[in-house]
């Protein structure tokens, strides 16, 4: 059984940074692509970033380009995006997606087969 389990968020004052990781069980997701999206109260899903199975050329939200990295180690089967600069915008529950479907959308939710239960990332001002 699939499972993506994410961690690392938490309240963080703005300007501050936090770490997310999505660790995934139950098969290698070495050759699939990975996302992070988020969904804020009251909000739809909004993607954060992408990133393939080399971990070359990562696409990221224009909300978040220069703030936020998306990384992963296929030997821990797992993905991170690091958070810096945080934003009370920023606010939201973080998802971690894996396994796009070859030619689809990066940014849209659809697109990827499996699914974290999400972690709650709050920023204050």
């Known amino acids: 059984q699939v499972q993506l389990v994410e961690s690392g968020g938490g309240l963080v004052q703005a300007g501050g940074s936090l770490r997310l990781s999505c660790a995934a069980s139950?098969?290698?997701?070495?050759?699939?692509?990975m996302g992070w999206f988020r969904q804020a109260p009251g909000k739809k899903c909004e993607f954060v970033a992408h990133?393939?199975?080399?971990?070359?050329?990562?696409d990221y939200a224009d909300s978040v380009k220069g703030r936020f990295t998306i990384s992963r180690d296929n030997a821990k089967n797992t993905v991170y995006l690091q958070m810096n600069s945080l934003k009370p915008e920023d606010t939201a529950v973080y998802y971690c997606?894996?396994?796009?479907?070859?030619?689809?959308?990066?940014?849209?939710?659809?697109?990827?087969?499996?699914w974290g239960q999400g972690t709650q990332v709050t920023v204050s001002s």
């Open positions: 997606a894996a396994d796009r479907i070859w030619g689809s959308s990066v940014d849209e939710p659809s697109s990827y087969r499996y």
């Open positions: 990133i393939n199975w080399n971990g070359a050329s990562p």
């Open positions: 139950g098969r290698s997701f070495s050759s699939a692509a």
